[in-house]
């Protein structure tokens, strides 16, 4: 519950003691302690399911608890003993519940029964299943395929995602937006141009032979916990860890394994980062061209005996180097202190410990690829990588930390809007259909069409688009004038609150839950951050007999929908999920040889990436050096204005994403409140604000304006001209085309804004 907030410093490291009772606490909220207590030692272990918070790897060999603080919440959130049905929605109009924040959505607990809006009780009554597939069909059936969005959420696994892709092809459109195009599409973008694959190249293993690991833009205590654990054992080997992020994250700084009795005893931290510079927001190009340029002085002044760049693996495996170590050397210190915040003294000494290292991991997240650079912003830390032939060998490479549980698995088996990344032909020689060749929409695009109107249906496979989008104001008018919305989910959030015309909420199992077809357990796979396949058994006995699960939705709704067509095996599908791992094998036969048999490998199968054999899938046969002209974050941002600041929309450590678990940020001292914006000290007093004082944040832009109210100022160690405050509350500020060049990912690191005192 929101209470009147509380600021304090938090002194304890990540994990700890205070790990250990969020834990409890949030398993005791919830309502279900010991079923969820019993299914956390099942938690990403062989036979066991794969955690439904983040994406990080699953070891072969799993810790005793393989969970974290947030992967136990998210269990707990799943596994909650609260429901809610047809009676809860008779008693609250939707007009009511748009007023409920989006915690109070989601903690009535998991949706029952599958709903339909009523215009003129303006409540979601109940709907037989049939029913509602067969409405939804006939709906679907009289729209323009063209004009249809599947947008998903990244959580649901492959063998839902891949008939999911099917539906949307079959039904004549690559609309299949998703929540990686919020997220590491810059990453989809920038890695296919430089080294020909649209994912990172290491594997968990790697973290074990790493002598340097790069972090830019991560917050690894509160996103990725589970990571801690390797990075505390490269910390205990002594290797370097040299990080690049505005904030002082506590789990970049300190940790103590809550799973190990004697540090937790003896209160035993394990330090994380050996240095930490806190580049500004939007900073990361300049901080880059930086390094790679304090490198390059090195290299030019070392003997020829003594090189620290790898020139043979450039000459044999590189495009574009001497283009690019020119560019480095005409940049001038002066413009790369102003635009990273950082001393040249600050990034010569992180060079200097690079050019000693032969084998280096570089680490990042949305602090690199959440910014109108963010394309620049990956490949830039891919040159640095390339200039000591830091990948394909064991310890090296790049490492994006995937953000949903099954996120990149749902590209891997189709999810995408553009078309040439679509087996297309292969599905046409499978299923006989002709599919769509042009690109669909993508989240921006989908964002755009649901505004001016060409939008006029959605359809969600799990998630929160309209909340998790930019331009929520203008996003919420043209969501209400969809002619259909059909979400498939487990908890009620605000995108089901606000609705289109005919609108239709229908409650799947969780895959914790046990899922029986035809009177048999089925398992379900999904794909981690480093590449690998693995098996998620259900555990608990779902919440309630109503639900269906989600590939029987989604087969539901694409029989009502399409022609009939003996190729496609829907019920075949729904009944068995090997057979759609059969039906994944023989559309992907080379990233899913033998897939039924290999799914219980354990510390799972990998994907084969060619880059990780130094093979280049690019258009030069190359690796290449890819660099952006200017360091200019904002290009077409009005003329700057001296107080306009940058915000950086963070993640609180009592959330997933738009799931609000509770108002506590325990790492960064603020409990009870969401609404805080972190400040630094000299800008609160050049602003001639006060901390603890109530302001408003309105963007710098020239189109219209975009306000929010009821802002806490916490005085906070951030650089100077940047500010922090949590998304979703600031994603009305988000102009919908502050996006990233290439990869169209909203901005959400670095928008311009000015505050103003209110209230
Ligand atoms: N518990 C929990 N786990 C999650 C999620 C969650 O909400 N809760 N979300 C999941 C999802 S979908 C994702 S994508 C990931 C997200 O995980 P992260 O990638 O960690 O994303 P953010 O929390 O947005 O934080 C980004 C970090 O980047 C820093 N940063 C901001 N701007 C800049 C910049 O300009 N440069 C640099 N170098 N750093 C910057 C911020 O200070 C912050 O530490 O986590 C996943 N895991
Ligand atoms: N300002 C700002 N905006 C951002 C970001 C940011 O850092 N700043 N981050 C962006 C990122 S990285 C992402 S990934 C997006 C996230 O965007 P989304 O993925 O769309 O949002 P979530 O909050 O993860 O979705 C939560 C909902 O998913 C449903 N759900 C949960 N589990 C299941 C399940 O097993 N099956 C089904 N069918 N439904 C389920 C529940 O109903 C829940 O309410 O937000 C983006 N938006
Ligand atoms: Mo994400």
Request: with cysteine; net charge negative.
């Amino acid at each position: 519950m929101a209470r009147d907030g509380r600021i304090e410093t938090y002194d304890g490291p990540a994990g700890g003691w205070g790990s250990a009772k969020s834990v409890g606490r949030a398993l005791v909220y919830d309502g279900a302690p010991l079923k969820s207590g019993a299914a956390l030692w099942k938690q990403n272990k062989p036979g066991g399911f794969a955690c439904v918070s983040c994406a990080w790897s699953k070891p072969r060999e799993p810790h005793l608890f393989e969970f974290c603080e947030n992967g136990a919440k998210a269990t707990g959130w799943e596994l909650t003993s609260k429901t809610i049905g047809a009676e809860f929605f008779a008693r609250h109009t939707l007009t009511e519940l748009e007023g409920w924040s989006d915690f109070e959505l989601e903690d009535q607990g998991r949706l029952t029964e599958p709903l339909k809006y009523d215009a003129a009780s303006d409540t979601y009554q109940p709907i037989a299943w049939e029913r509602a597939f067969e409405e939804i069909g006939g709906a679907l059936k009289a729209t323009d395929p063209k004009r249809t969005a599947f947008y998903a959420s990244g959580r649901a696994s492959l063998e839902t995602s891949y008939m999911y892709q099917l539906l949307a092809r079959a039904y004549g459109a690559n609309n299949l937006p998703d929540s990686s195009n919020m997220c590491h599409e810059s990453t989809s973008v920038a890695l296919p141009e430089s080294i020909g694959v649209p994912v990172g190249t290491v594997f968990l293993d790697d973290f074990d032979h790493a002598d340097l690991i790069f972090f830019f833009g991560q917050n690894v205590g509160s996103n990725a916990p589970r990571m801690l654990h390797p990075l505390q054992e490269a910390a205990k080997r002594g290797v370097p860890i040299i990080t690049f992020n505005p904030l002082k994250e506590r789990g970049l700084e300190r940790f103590t394994n809550p799973q190990a009795p004697t540090e937790m005893l003896s209160g035993a931290e394990t330090r994380i980062s050996t240095q930490y510079h806190q580049v500004k927001a939007g900073g990361d190009l300049a901080a880059l061209f930086g390094l790679c340029k304090a490198l390059i002085a090195i290299d030019d002044a070392a003997a020829p005996g003594a090189k620290v760049i790898d020139h043979a693996f450039i000459a044999e495996h590189c495009h574009g180097y001497d283009a690019f170590a020119d560019a480095c050397r005409a940049r001038d210190w002066p413009e790369l202190e102003r635009c990273s915040g950082l001393t040249r003294h600050a990034i010569e000494i992180a060079a200097e410990v690079y050019s000693r290292s032969s084998a280096a991991i570089g680490v990042y997240g949305m602090g690199l690829t959440q910014h109108r650079s963010g394309v620049d912003n990956v490949q830039m830390l891919m040159n640095l990588l390339l200039m000591k032939g830091n990948i394909g060998r064991p310890g090296a490479g790049i490492c994006p930390v995937r953000g949903h549980s099954n996120v990149q698995g749902q590209r891997t088996v189709g999810i995408t809007e553009k078309a040439s990344l679509a087996p297309l032909d292969r599905l046409k020689e499978l299923y006989g259909f002709e599919p769509p060749r042009e690109d669909g929409m993508a989240t921006v695009d989908v964002c755009e069409g649901i505004i001016d109107g060409e939008v006029e249906a959605f359809v969600s496979l799990g998630g929160n688009f309209l909340r998790a989008t930019p331009e929520t104001g203008l996003m919420e008018d043209g969501w209400r004038k969809l002619k259909l919305s059909v979400q498939i989910a487990t908890k009620l959030n605000r995108s089901h609150v606000v609705h289109g015309r005919a609108a239709y909420l229908l409650p799947c199992l969780g895959r914790i839950e046990i899922d029986r077809q035809a009177g048999r357990p089925q398992i379900v796979s999904i794909e981690d951050s480093t590449s690998h396949f693995h098996a998620s058994h259900g555990f608990a006995e779902p919440c309630a007999p109503t639900l269906l699960s989600e590939p029987a939705i989604v087969a539901g709704i694409a029989k009502a929908t399409l022609p009939p067509n003996p190729s496609i095996d829907w019920d075949g599908w729904t009944a068995d999920y090997a057979r759609v791992r059969d039906a994944i094998e023989a559309t992907y036969p080379k990233v899913f040889p033998r897939f039924n048999e290999r799914i219980e490998t354990p510390g799972g199968f990998p994907k084969p990436i060619s880059a990780r054999e130094r093979e280049w899938n690019t258009s030069t046969g190359k690796a290449n050096f890819i660099f952006p002209e200017s360091l200019d974050e904002n290009p077409d941002m009005p003329a700057p204005q001296p107080d306009a600041l940058r915000l950086i929309t963070l993640r609180s450590n009592d959330q997933f994403n738009t799931t609000v678990y509770g108002y506590d940020d325990r790492f960064r001292g603020v409990e009870g409140t969401r609404m805080v914006v972190f400040m630094h000290a000299n800008d609160i007093a050049r602003l001639s604000l006060r901390d603890g004082q109530t302001v408003a944040m309105r963007t710098v832009a020239d189109d219209f304006e975009r306000e929010v109210e009821g802002f806490r100022i916490v005085a906070y160690d951030i650089p100077e001209g940047c500010v922090g405050a949590y998304y979703p509350e600031c994603n009305p500020l988000i102009p919908l085309w502050h996006h990233a060049r290439g990869s169209k990912v909203p901005a959400a690191k670095s928008v311009p804004v000015l505050i103003r005192p209110c209230g």
